[in-house]
């Protein structure tokens, strides 16, 4: 393995660093903790909702806007390489006056400093499951395509401000959670009586055209930057040997892979071009050619759990374990994956998320917690497998430096960082950061492997 691989670690602005009163709302601030509640507005709040009142976890997040640098030397302590963040568009643009905020465009400069400061290579995430409200409310997110101008506005005035400090990009955030949380990822509320396939189809067309200006806006500043997309990446098995379940998988497959099929390949798939096609997405000649000629330089993946397709409508693979929050256990389906990825791109891969989400508890100061460097190892067996392969895997991400909100339940309790944060899913908590057991394996891991 290449003595630059990237052994690092993630986390998200939306899910850590809180700092609300000195930037706009982003849509994760409004969406209520609780998984039951929580599903059904990722997908679609409908009728925009009321302000909130009660305790909503990520505007407060694990206040890294304050702490950013003590987190960032927690991390150097770890011996990351590599940190990947999100900027929150809606900290450099407060609304739609196109007059960048100087006091988040300062913020995001102190942060990459920062980290080059303590030798870590920071990887930028353009959105991160955090849309500006004032996107929602004044145009309905990427279902309008006035946004793309927006997010190239946007992306123009970080790529200029950070493009000597950084060099890797990511467009968005598993771009194929589109498909079941609309809202989270585009910004989009389908109203009633509206067709929500089509307005998927309408979003993903803008975010497909979004992700390739974004790629000329790189490479015109610099043709040395980078940039991928990423995609949550998870193998699914036919449960029986039956055609049926064999083509639900493909089906699976396709609707993940879909996106990084045109980001990669600069075009359209036959099977993707129907159904835009089906739902009379209005496809300009100009936009055709702009995503054709900006295709992505890697691929960023995050990988949990793979799934299962069965026509009889069975969710769980019977053979695999699962965590306390039900989510598969497979660390061959990563190397799995990895594979599936480079044969269909043949384009350098960055896993960047992998992780454990569990409860955690302190005990005497300290936090044991075995189970999550059981998984990793087991995951990053598997990764080097994958390399052994042949796939050309560039850097290993986990999720997360540290405990942040969760994205699917809205609370704390859902654990995944190296990092244990005193902050409860009230609210309460001392904010007080307590590396894990976990943090010394990975400072003792990644010395190792350097
Ligand atoms: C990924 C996201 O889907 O998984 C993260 O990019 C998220 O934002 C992570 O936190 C884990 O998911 P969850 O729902 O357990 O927090």
Not at 333 to 349: A, D, F, S, W
Request: charged share 25%.
């Amino acid at each position: 393995m290449s003595k630059n691989f990237l052994w690092g670690s993630s986390i998200s602005g939306g899910q850590c660093e809180g700092g609300y009163d000195s930037r706009s709302e982003t849509v994760v601030d409004l969406i209520p903790s609780g998984k039951d509640t929580r599903f059904q507005y990722l997908d679609n709040p409908g009728i925009y909702m009321e302000r909130p009142t009660g305790f909503y976890p990520s505007q407060k997040g694990v206040e890294f806007y304050e702490n950013y640098k003590e987190d960032i030397a927690l991390y150097a302590q770890m011996g990351l390489k590599a940190l990947r963040f999100s900027i929150l568009w809606s900290r450099i643009f407060l609304d739609d006056s196109l007059t960048p905020n100087e006091e988040g465009l300062q913020f995001y400069d102190h942060v990459i400093d920062e980290l080059i400061k303590h030798h870590i290579e920071p990887i930028i995430t353009t959105i991160h499951f955090d849309m500006p409200v004032w996107v929602v409310e004044k145009y309905n997110g990427f279902y309008n395509k006035k946004v793309v101008e927006l997010y190239e506005h946007y992306v123009k005035t970080i790529v200029h401000r950070y493009h000597d400090r950084v060099k890797y990009w990511i467009s968005f955030c598993e771009i194929n959670v589109m498909n079941h949380a609309l809202y989270m990822v585009s910004g989009t509320i389908v109203q009633k009586g509206q067709n929500r396939e089509e307005i998927l189809h309408q979003c993903a067309y803008h975010q497909l055209l979004a992700n390739a200006i974004l790629v000329k806006i790189c490479h015109e500043t610099d043709a040395t930057l980078k940039v991928g997309c990423e995609v949550a990446g998870s193998p699914c098995y036919p449960l029986t040997s039956s055609p049926e379940d064999y083509q639900l998988m493909m089906k699976a497959d396709r609707s993940n892979y879909r996106y990084t099929d045109v980001m990669v390949k600069g075009h359209f798939p036959y099977y993707f071009l129907k159904e835009l096609q089906q739902y009379h997405i209005e496809m300009l000649e100009e936009d055709i050619q702009m995503i054709q000629e900006n295709t992505l330089d890697f691929i960023a993946v995050s990988y949990y759990k793979s799934g299962v397709a069965s026509s009889e409508g069975i969710t769980t693979n019977p053979k695999l374990e699962t965590t306390p929050f039900g989510w598969t256990i497979d660390p061959v389906g990563l190397r799995i994956m990895l594979n599936q990825m480079y044969e269909r791109y043949e384009k350098p891969i960055m896993i960047v998320e992998n992780g454990l989400g569990t409860y955690d508890q302190v005990e005497n100061g300290k936090v044991h917690d075995d189970y999550r460097i059981d998984y990793l190892q087991k995951h990053i067996e598997q990764m080097e497998l994958a390399i052994e392969d042949g796939v050309d895997v560039i850097g290993y991400l986990t999720w997360a430096a540290m405990d942040v909100v969760s994205t699917s339940e809205g609370y704390m309790s859902k654990r995944y960082g190296f990092i244990y944060v005193d902050r409860q899913d009230d609210g309460s908590g001392t904010l007080k950061r307590i590396p894990k057991d976990s943090f010394y394996w990975y400072q003792r891991f990644i010395r190792e492997k350097s």
